[in-house]
């Protein structure tokens, strides 16, 4: 069936150092890429999105790059900070029409050490 | 706008007992999902809903489990009976085109 593969599941970047975190996905009608950051105790919460016709988008010290043809999507994070250490999870959409369905990975356990 | 709302955001209760997570969506989202996040299995989806309709529910692991949603503010999960192995965190989730916005989540132990 569809999936979003995500690696690595666990990072540690020193303070200051780029982060990357990769994703692959299966269904080809897939169009709508977000990625969530989830602190301990707290839901899953968008940090940046990225649609199919788009490549690349940033914002601030994060970006997004997503490649169509080869299904891999990636997260760039630069001058990492402690806060940004939290569990950092990829999605893809379903297609088909399924309304927003949405099919995540097994998340990233990302440590930045100061 | 207050997010979506979960409660209650803790339950402790012991095998047998039914237990009911009760979700407010993002007021004017159309869709809302409810998923289980595990250590070892991650978030999984259970069921969506979509204008209060539940479109897919092949996620819900059993008869023990159902959901309902009666109108376009709110939605229900329950167990009935509860087991330890359906210790997890439950969030809800709504959108109205394709992001998801997620609840804080219930974090339920079954003793």
């Known amino acids: 069936g569809e999936n979003v593969e995500q690696h690595p599941s666990t990072l540690s970047v020193q303070e200051g150092d780029s982060a990357v975190i990769k994703c692959t996905y299966s269904?080809?009608?897939?169009?709508?890429f977000p990625w969530y950051k989830q602190e301990l105790g707290k839901g899953p919460q968008l940090i940046i999105d990225?649609?199919?016709?788009?490549g690349e988008k940033k914002d601030q010290r994060i970006a997004v790059t997503l490649n169509k043809t080869a299904k891999h999507f990636s997260l760039h994070i630069t001058e990492t900070q402690p806060e940004d250490s939290a569990v950092y999870f990829c999605?893809?959409?379903?297609?088909?029409?399924?309304?927003?369905?949405?099919?995540f990975g097994k998340g990233t356990k990302l440590s930045v050490k100061p | 706008d207050a997010g979506v709302i979960q409660s209650p955001r803790h339950e402790v209760t012991e095998m047998g007992q039914e237990v009911t997570l009760r979700c407010k969506p993002i007021?004017?989202?159309?869709?809302l999902f409810w998923y289980r996040q595990t250590m070892m299995r991650g978030l999984e989806l259970l069921i969506y809903?979509?204008?209060?309709?539940?479109?897919?529910d092949s996620g819900m692991p059993e008869d023990r489990f159902s959901a309902k949603m009666p109108n376009a503010s709110f939605s229900t999960l329950k167990i009935q009976p509860s087991e330890p192995r359906d210790s997890a965190v439950y969030f809800c989730?709504?959108?109205?085109?394709?992001?998801?916005?997620f609840g804080p989540g219930t974090r339920l132990t079954v003793l």
């Open positions: 989730a709504s959108n109205t085109q394709d992001t998801q916005y």
């Open positions: 990225i649609r199919s016709n788009v």
């Open positions: 269904d080809s009608a897939s169009n709508y």
């Open positions: 809903f979509n204008n209060n309709v539940p479109i897919d």
């Open positions: 007021s004017g989202h159309n869709s």
């Open positions: 999605a893809a959409s379903r297609g088909g029409g399924s309304q927003g369905n949405l099919i």
